[in-house]
């Protein structure tokens, strides 16, 4: 990338100011893709400095019951990888008539499955996730001995390939990770799936410190992160944190609610992880 990505310009800033960052995730089309749009703005207003954009996927890599089920409630409603990219460029749209501050503009990941990918043709997606608004991906089932030409096509796009580091991947490996990865690396804190967790591994910071060893880039966790104090904590570790069940979950939940009450109860809930963040 000739240019600096959002991605990047916004961790520039963050450690300009010492400020970790907030990213939270939501599940593209639940509970439709009506509300999507709408939800992206509450986030962002609520203080996100990063939005994750998960792409309903039938088989799941990585995710839990909660982010499953999401997933499951999208394709049911026949959500196609097209429907989501024509939304979020009609987001895109929107706020870029309706406002040039960057505050509200996050930067938008794909969590999005190679085999999509794939079917879609990798140039043909990352050049429409570009023009449809998006700023990074991550493909959590794309191996790192098998990047190589799909980092060089998102590169060409301009696009962030993020990729995992997990508690169990050697350091070696986790060195050829990082070398292959653009934006910030996105460290799972736990062995196993997402979802609501209430203590974090007592490790969680000097494996930060490990992998901080072999790169300048920003890492961020997620997996099993849901509470303020937890964001707090992690606020002294971590260039980011990742949310993701914890929002999904809100969405089912308050499935009864109105549109408007739905989307203002999930930006009261994000509001409350953003303000152990602020200093």
Known sequence: ?????????????????DQCALIPFITAGDPDLETTRPLIQALADAGADLVELGMPYS??????PVIQAAYNRALSR???????????????????????????RPPLISMISYSLVFRYGPEAFFKRAVQSGFDGAIIPDLPVQECGDISKVAADQGLCLIQLITPTTPMDRA???????TGF???VSVTGITGERTQLPASLGARIQ??????????????????PDQVQELREIADGVIVGSA???????????????QIAEVGE?????????IR
């Open 269 to 277: 809930f994000v509001a409350t992880l953003k303000k152990p963040l």
């Open 210 to 227: 490990s992998i901080r060893s072999l790169t300048d880039l920003p890492v961020c966790v997620g997996f099993g992160i849901s509470q």
């Open 78 to 104: 026949n959500i196609q990888l097209g429907d989501i990219l024509d939304c979020v460029a009609k987001r895109s749209k929107e706020v870029s008539v309706e406002s040039e501050n960057k505050e509200n």
């Open 247 to 261: 929002i999904v979950r809100r969405m089912e939940d308050n499935k009864g609610l109105s549109q408007s009450e």
């Open 1 to 17: 990338m000739s240019e600096m990505n959002r991605i990047e310009e916004v961790f520039q800033e963050l450690r300009r100011v």
């Open 59 to 64: 088989d799941p890599i990585a995710d839990g």
């Open 185 to 187: 690396i996105y460290y």
């Open 175 to 181: 060195e050829t990770i990082v070398n292959s990865t």
